[in-house]
């Protein structure tokens, strides 16, 4: 299993709070800078995957600063409620609703993927950018997340994948390898994070073998489909 602290004893839910605790500061400024602000509309592109749950009940799976929920907001929800268990990415997120005075739709808490704090089929659509990589265990995010979607809910994922074919794949290694790191690093002044980042990718199911892992969960009438070469994928499933 890959962590972000080699040095660090503790669980990979652990230090993933604490990864994401200590570069909330930076965190959206590198996250638009390092894809070129491609992230964007890659997110547009996830949440029109929804576009059929107007007026409903959404989660968003580790929120982060609350952009997919911002973005997700082009569906008219009823709700969005955004759970993560990182506390200072949260507050930034808070902050930055707060601001643009979206308060009384989107609500952001501190909460566990693992162990979600909401009954049974209480919401009509689920959402997670970024944020399953970061599981400890993927099945049993995956089965929690299944289990608080109404029936025929959805749930769209949207994560970094690997480009297949040259020359993308090769540029991709490349800047996920070395220029990622560096630039992420100088940044966020964490020393891990962004060397993370591309060995979490690395190591995570991509593709069909992700499809399986969402059927393993219970999901049905699953897919996915590369964006951008490639670098990164949407995936879907129904409850």
Not at 163 to 168: K, N
Not at 219 to 239: E, P, R
Request: proline share 3%; aromatic share 12%.
């Amino acid at each position: 299993m890959i962590k972000p602290y080699t040095d660090n004893p503790s669980g990979k839910k652990e230090q993933v709070a604490l990864m994401f605790n200590r570069i909330a500061k930076r965190y959206d400024f590198l996250n638009h800078f390092l894809s070129l602000g491609i992230d964007k509309l890659w997110r547009r592109k996830a949440v029109r995957h929804l576009q059929d749950y107007k007026n409903a009940f959404i989660l968003d799976i580790a929120t982060g600063t609350g952009d997919l929920a911002i973005t997700a907001l082009k569906l008219k929800p009823a709700k969005i409620i955004g759970i993560d268990i990182s506390e200072e990415m949260l507050r930034k997120g808070v902050e930055k609703i707060k601001k643009k005075r979206l308060s009384d739709i989107i609500e952001l808490k501190l909460g566990d993927s693992e162990n979600l704090d909401f009954e049974t089929g209480y919401f009509h659509a689920a959402m997670v950018a970024f944020g399953v990589r970061n599981f400890e265990n993927l099945n049993r995010g995956l089965q929690e997340i299944n289990r608080v979607l109404k029936n025929n809910g959805k749930l769209v994922v949207l994560e970094f994948s690997k480009p297949a074919h040259f020359p993308v794949k090769q540029l991709y290694q490349f800047y996920f390898r070395f220029i990622l790191p560096i630039i992420g690093r100088i940044i966020s002044k964490d020393q891990s994070a962004y060397t993370y980042l591309p060995e979490s990718v690395n190591q995570f199911p991509q593709g069909k073998d992700f499809i399986l892992e969402l059927e393993k969960a219970g999901f049905k009438n699953c897919g996915y489909k590369k964006l951008s070469f490639g670098i990164s994928s949407i995936y879907f499933g129904y409850k």
